[in-house]
């Protein structure tokens, strides 16, 4: 059974030096801090987020599960990824769980660690990815 996400101290800790090392431009290749409008207050929030990057198609996959930048994402539909100096708008798409199954397949594979929020892993069939999708929201950035 998949742990739940909880934002703990330590997690905290980890969450300022991760923001720090993308405010630098430092850390995993793919990271980027993402800044969504909240759905209700119109005030920005941010996360840090590891994006697929494959065949020139970019998603962003939520790992612990429907988070509320999650929601804000979906209301907005759009949000700004950063890393350093550099930061871009997107317009994302929510995928179905069918069409975000091999990408979560890849995150699982990759991104080893948030292993832990997972019911699957990288070797699982197609109809498990397709389960645990509708755990994991996968947007696509158009």
Known sequence: M???YRLSPQRRAINVIVRAGLALGLGEKNTRMLTV???KSGKPFST???LVVEGGHEWIVAPYGERQWVKNLRVAGKATLSRGRKSREVTVRELAPEAAAPVIR???ERVTVT???WNVTAGDSDEAMIAEAAHHPVFLIE
């Open 37 to 39: 409008a909240g759905r």
């Open 106 to 108: 890849r995150y699982v």
């Open 115 to 117: 292993k832990k929020y």
């Open 48 to 50: 840090p987020v590891t």
């Open 2 to 4: 998949a742990a739940t």
